[in-house]
Every structure is written in structure tokens, then in C-alpha cells.
């Protein structure tokens, strides 16, 4: 069958690599399928414009993936409802994180024949393998479908155990398109290279953090270490990628395995940068893989702390080692190596002092850079199931990001969390010792020079005036 899998446009600028779709090009081209992959967020397509394409490809099966966040729930219903006006008869898949979350609400506008939750490479293979059958998959495992005007959810599917087994399909991504300004490999603005490219080695995050959607679950799966630098040398040697970020949920669960990931690329002479966007966890990390990680290129890595307070990091099952945070976020500093923050502000009962000893653990730390997100109780996470608001949002759900304040769950006027989160950037931000540390650790280039414009802007503007 011929497979058209489509990332339609949305409002969000950055127009990073959709790995989701590479993974699951590659699911199906083992079972012999043609596969065209459209990235009309990258070539910023219109909706009509993006339909005529599809129809132009004539797919037997129509594929769509979606976040949560900043206008893609909108934009995957555009594109849907528009190929059905357009007369397009494929049945259309849709798959992302947003399933997870929206999956019920998804399929019940009508414009879907299937929601794959969870992890999609295994599922849809399978519901490839039954319409080239003839086969009904109305009770295929890990899926949201209508049957007769009733929104059915499927028993969940079993994660794949094997990792090693998944593979993206690299050049069908053609991964060249997105080392240019217009373009944008991975969604980290601060950079050494242009030619970046993400990478998951491991899925699954066994913690239980609330506010986490948490698509890979809570069991740890690792990619093999070989596996891990050989696809790391295949892409500096086929696309002369010269930057790596690791996107994975917990990489330093394992740390063995960590370290050995480390002295394979230093052993093999690899000679990338690494960067670590989405946040170790600080606790677990280690002096020896802190050194082994600076050895193998590593000049970047965020540490999630969220909160400085004991009793919010218990509410949201965190539960981070503080001592032990503080000596890894002391140690990677000192190694040279840029070390960011991220934390959140507004978190249910949260006071307007805890706040604030949030920002002055993030003052008073050895960090380069903090991040102070707003908390937002998405769809489909537990801290939505336990502070159920959303009726609050009138609507607005779809542009709910991590720097706009959509539903206030703390104890603090929302004028007032707004003054602290602003004050926030700017008290860590705009201190001159600071300034000169970070001016030594931190790429020179435009991409930098980027985000530092957007820190600023952040320290005097919230996002919810743009």
C-alpha cells in the first residue's frame, strides 16, 4: 500500500525533525509499503495546500501526528476535516502524543478511523497488516476507534521490550533540509553546530511525576550501547551530522550503561558535540559519568529540579535528592560543561514563599541558565486527573505551552505569578558573575545569540502578551 505520513503546520516556529514519523516510516516499509513522509510544518504549508499535496500522492492509508501543545491539536483537525471535504477516501491514522492524552476526544470529532496510543510502531504495522487483509481492526490493542458512533478505547499494548529492534528512517526525513536557519534540527536553540540531529537511546522513565504524560511508560528500556555510537557514526558519516542531543525521558537511569555509552564514543573518536535538552535527573547522576560525558563532547546538559521544596516535590512525586543536586549541578558546572535548569512555578497549593525559595535555589546554584515554566495540568497527565480545571480554559486547551499561565493551581494571584515568574528571569538572568561564567561555556554563534535575545525577552514580557 502506499503509506503518505504527514506532520501538518502549526503555529510553532521551531520546525525540529518529527522522529515519531521516522519511526514509524521505517515500521512500515519492513512490511514492503511505500512511504512518503510530508513535513508541512518545515516547507510551512497551508492547510489547502497541505491536503492538495496529499491528494496529489494518492495514500491508501493517511497518517497524522500531533502534540499537545501551541495549535498542533487544531492544525491535525484541519488538515483531516479538509481531505474529507476534498473527497480523500483513505482511512486516516492519527498518532502523537496527543492520543494519549486526547485520543477519546480526537476520534469522537469524526475525521479519524484510528488513534494509536502509546508507542505507534508496533500498532500500526499490525493495522497495515489487516487492511491489506481485508481484515477488521476493531479490536486491536493500543488504539482509540468509533464503532457505530461509540468512542472505544482499546486494552493498552505492550511496550515493545526490544528497542534495538526500532529504527528511523533517516532518509526519508532527509535530515539536510533542517541544517539551516529556516529549518531547525531539534527543538534546543543553543547549539555548537547547525548540523544537529536528536537521538533516543533509551524510552521510558520509571519515576511518577505528575505532571509528566509520560508516552513511553514507567519501565526503562535501553538501547544497546553499540547501538547507541553506531547510529551515532552512521549519521556524522552519511549526513555529516557534528552535534547530538539526546532526547530520551531518563538517560542516566542506568549509569553503567551510561558511562559505557561514553567511552565508546571517546573510544571510536567520534568527535561530536553532545547535549543533553530535556533534563537528567540530577540525583542520579555521578562524578565519574559527569567526567566521561565532558571527555566525549558534551558541552551542554539540563538538570529537571522544578521545585526547592520538599513538600511540592512530594505532591509531585519527584521527590528529588537535594543534596545530592546540588553537588551534581556544583561539579558539572566546574567541569566546564554548561549546566541549565528547568523549574516550574504554580503548582497546586503552592505559596507565594515557596516561589520564591524556588528562585533563590536556582540564585544561590552554580547553573548557567534556569527555565521557569508555568504548570499547566495537561490532558491525559495525572495532575490533571487530580486537579480537574480544565473547564476553566473555555476552550483553549490547544494552546497551552510551558511559558503561558492557562489554569492557576497555586495559592498566588495569577497577576502576582506572573510578576514572580518574570522576576524570576530576571534575578538569575542579569547577574554579571553569571554572565561571565556562561560567556565561557556557551557556543559562539548566532543560535546562541538567539536565545539570549529570548531570555531576555522573557525577564520583561510574559508570552501571554504576544
Not at 518545515?42 to 500531533?66: H, N
Request: net charge neutral.
Amino acid at each position: 500500500m502506499r503509506v503518505v505520513l504527514v506532520r501538518p503546520n502549526a503555529r510553532l516556529k521551531s520546525t525540529y525533525i518529527p522522529l515519531g514519523l521516522g519511526y514509524v516510516a521505517h515500521a512500515a516499509r519492513a512490511d514492503g509499503h511505500e512511504v512518503i513522509a510530508l513535513d508541512a510544518r518545515l516547507e510551512r504549508l497551508s492547510t489547502e495546500k497541505t491536503v492538495s499535496r496529499i491528494l496529489d500522492y494518492q495514500p491508501d492509508v493517511l497518517g497524522l501526528t500531533a502534540l499537545h501543545v501551541a495549535g498542533e491539536k487544531k492544525s491535525v483537525l484541519d488538515v483531516a476535516g479538509e481531505y474529507k471535504k476534498a473527497g480523500g477516501t483513505a482511512p486516516i491514522v492519527l498518532g502523537g502524543a496527543l492520543v494519549s492524552s486526547q485520543g477519546k476526544e480526537m476520534v469522537a470529532s469524526g475525521l479519524f478511523d484510528l488513534a494509536v496510543v502509546g508507542e505507534g510502531e508496533s500498532t500500526f504495522q499490525l493495522y497495515l497488516r489487516a487492511l491489506d487483509k481485508g481484515e477488521r481492526a476493531d479490536k486491536m490493542p493500543g488504539t482509540v476507534q468509533n464503532e457505530q458512533g461509540v468512542v472505544q478505547l482499546t486494552p493498552d499494548r505492550p511496550f515493545i521490550d526490544d528497542i534495538d529492534s526500532l529504527q528511523v528512517a533517516w532518509d526519508l526525513l532527509a535530515p539536510e533540509r533542517y541544517f539551516t536557519l529556516s529549518g531547525q534540527s531539534s527543538q534546543s536553540i543553543i547549539k555548537k553546530s547547525s548540523r544537529c540531529l536528536p537521538l533516543f537511546t533509551s524510552r521510558g522513565c520509571p519515576f511518577d511525576c505528575i505532571y509528566c504524560h509520560n508516552v513511553f511508560g514507567r519501565t526503562f528500556r535501553a538501547r544497546s550501547p553499540e547501538s547507541v555510537v553506531d547510529e551515532m557514526a552512521m549519521l556524522k558519516e552519511t549526513y555529516g551530522v557534528r552535534e547530538i542531543e539526546i532526547e530520551d525521558d531518563c538517560f542516566n537511569f542506568d549509569l553503567n550503561r551510561a558511562k559505557k555509552i561514553a567511552r565508546l564514543i571517546i573510544d571510536r573518536k567520534l568527535n561530536l558535540a553532545l547535549s543533553f535538552p530535556t533534563g537528567l535527573r540530577a540525583d542520579l547522576m555521578d562524578r565519574e559519568l559527569i567526567d566521561l560525558l565532558k571527555q566525549a563532547g558534551t558541552y551542554r546538559i539540563i538538570y529537571a529540579i522544578e521545585t526547592a521544596v520538599p513538600r511540592l516535590q512530594q505532591l509531585i512525586h519527584k521527590n528529588l535528592n537535594f543534596s545530592r543536586a546540588e553537588d551534581t549541578i556544583a561539579y558539572t558546572a566546574d567541569s566546564g560543561i554548561m549546566t541549565c535548569g528547568f523549574f516550574m512555578q504554580g503548582f497546586p497549593t503552592e505559596t507565594e514563599a515557596e516561589m520564591r525559595q524556588t528562585v533563590a535555589y536556582a540564585e544561590n546554584s552554580k547553573l548557567h541558565q534556569a527555565f521557569f515554566f508555568y504548570v499547566n495540568p495537561f490532558p491525559g497527565t495525572k495532575m490533571a486527573e487530580l486537579f480537574p480545571v480544565m473547564e476553566k480554559l473555555d476552550g483553549r486547551d490547544d494552546s497551552m505551552g510551558y511559558n503561558t499561565l492557562r489554569v492557576n493551581l497555586s495559592e498566588v494571584p495569577s497577576k502576582t505569578l506572573r510578576k514572580i515568574n518574570k522576576s524570576a528571569y530576571r534575578r538569575f538572568h542579569f547577574s554579571f558573575r553569571r554572565m561571565w561564567r556562561t560567556f565561557k561555556v556557551v557556543p559562539k554563534n548566532f543560535r546562541t545569540l538567539w536565545a539570549v535575545v529570548i531570555t531576555f525577552v522573557l525577564s520583561f514580557r510574559d508570552l501571554d502578551d504576544f
